[in-house]
Nanobody, 117 residues
Framework: QVQLVESGGGLVQAGGSLRLSCAAP????????MGWFRQAPGTEREFLAA???????YYAASVKGRFTISRDNAKNTVYLQLNNLKPEDTAVYYC???????????WGQGTQVTVSS
C-alpha cells in the first residue's frame, strides 16, 4: 500500500500559476509511473499528465503546453506546474501511482484548485 499526499492547491486568478506537490510520507516514491488527474463537480476524473521513473512524460492534449509534470526522486516528490490557469481548470487535483499491475491503484486525497475569472 502506498499513501500519497497532495499539496499546493488554492485560489488563484485566471492567468496565474500554481505548483502542486505529491509525496509519499515516510517512504520513497514507487519506481513506477506517477500521474496527475483532476475532477470537477459533476464530471468524470480526467487524466492530465504522467511521468515514468526515467522521466518520460505524457500529457493530455487539453493541458499540454500549460501544465508540466516533473519528479524529484531525491525528495520523493512529484510536481505538477500549472500555468496560465483558466476558470475551467477549477477542480480537485489528484496524484496517483501505478502498481505492479500497471494500473493507478494508489491515490491521494486530492487538493482543491479554484481559478477565479
Amino acid at each position: 500500500q502506498v499513501q500519497l499526499v497532495e499539496s499546493g492547491g488554492g485560489l488563484v486568478q485566471a492567468g496565474g500559476s500554481l505548483r502542486l506537490s505529491c509525496a509519499a510520507p515516510g517512504r520513497s516514491l514507487p519506481r513506477s509511473i506517477m500521474g496527475w488527474f483532476r475532477q470537477a463537480p459533476g464530471t468524470e476524473r480526467e487524466f492530465l499528465a504522467a511521468i515514468s521513473w526515467s522521466d518520460d512524460t505524457y500529457y493530455a492534449a487539453s493541458v499540454k503546453g500549460r501544465f508540466t509534470i516533473s519528479r524529484d526522486n531525491a525528495k520523493n516528490t512529484v510536481y505538477l506546474q500549472l500555468n496560465n490557469l483558466k476558470p475551467e481548470d477549477t477542480a480537485v487535483y489528484y496524484c496517483a501511482a501505478q502498481s505492479s499491475r500497471r494500473q493507478y491503484d494508489f491515490w491521494g486525497q486530492g487538493t482543491q484548485v479554484t481559478v477565479s475569472s
